[in-house]
T-cell receptor, first 117, second 113 residues
Framework: GAVVSQHPSWVICKSGTSVKIECRSLDFQATTMFWYRQFPKQSLMLMATSNEGSKATYEQGVEKDKFLINHASLTLSTLTVTSAHPEDSSFYIC?????????????FGEGSRLTVL | AQSVTQLDSQVPVFEEAPVELRCNYSSSVSVYLFWYVQYPNQGLQLLLKYLSGSTLVKGINGFEAEFNKSQTSFHLRKPSVHISDTAEYFC???????????FGTGTSLTVIP
């Protein structure tokens, strides 16, 4: 299957700093990428949908100014957690949609665990 | 809108025993159905998917699922589980536009030696 690379896998930062997480589709073009947040032993919570070259669409309750998403190319989307606080600590997962349209398949990155001290 | 229900949050099963993880969905339109597996501290990996055709779908690692339109179900089965199958399993449905995915709350499968 297609490969999505997410970096970094683990990041620890101080409260108030910003953290950028990259999501790359290595062998396919992902016009649509999704960002999820996952709390321990819970399902994935969709944060936003990003389409290449346009603004991301955020789910209700997700602060767009805090979670900045950029999808500058067909193979790269970034999530920046601005002014991170301990409550932002979580497992963040991205996915890229291959094929698109009807029956398109999601390929997931391996996730990034953010710990804010 | 679509939604997915996974009735069992935790399923313990002995090694080499069969297992079924349940998934029901609701939708007013045709959908595509998926099962994903997540190992600790990792992303999700596709196990299998139903797009059309045969309602019995075979996936990786010996898993299979059957699409039942009348019961709006897509249960995942394996005839004999291994220790390595211990993981979190997510059922998902995609909209008929194909660019929105909805996930169930997940089922934690624990295989007991």
């Amino acid at each position: 299957g297609a490969v999505v690379s997410q970096h970094p896998s683990w990041v620890i930062c101080k409260s108030g700093t910003s953290v950028k997480i990259e999501c790359r589709s290595l062998d396919f073009q992902a016009t649509t990428m999704f960002w999820y947040r996952q709390f321990p032993k819970q399902s994935l919570m969709l944060m936003a949908t990003s389409n290449e070259g346009s603004k991301a669409t955020y789910e209700q309750g997700v602060e767009k100014d805090k979670f900045l998403i950029n999808h500058a190319s067909l193979t790269l989307s970034t999530l920046t957690v601005t002014s991170a606080h301990p409550e932002d600590s979580s497992f963040y997962i991205c996915s890229g949609l291959a094929g698109g349209g009807f029956g398109g398949e999601l390929f997931f990155g391996e996730g990034s665990r953010l710990t804010v001290l | 809108a679509q939604s997915v229900t996974q009735l069992d949050s935790q399923v313990p099963v002995f090694e080499e025993a069969p297992v079924e993880l349940r998934c029901n969905y609701s939708s007013s339109v045709s959908v595509y159905l998926f099962w994903y597996v997540q190992y600790p501290n990792q992303g999700l990996q596709l196990l299998l998917k139903y797009l059309s055709g045969s309602t019995l779908v075979k996936g990786i690692n010996g898993f299979e699922a059957e699409f039942n339109k009348s019961q709006t179900s897509f249960h995942l089965r394996k005839p004999s589980v291994h220790i390595s199958d211990t993981a979190e399993y997510f059922c998902a449905v995609s909209s008929n536009t194909g660019n929105q995915f909805y996930f169930g709350t997940g089922t934690s499968l624990t295989v007991i030696p």
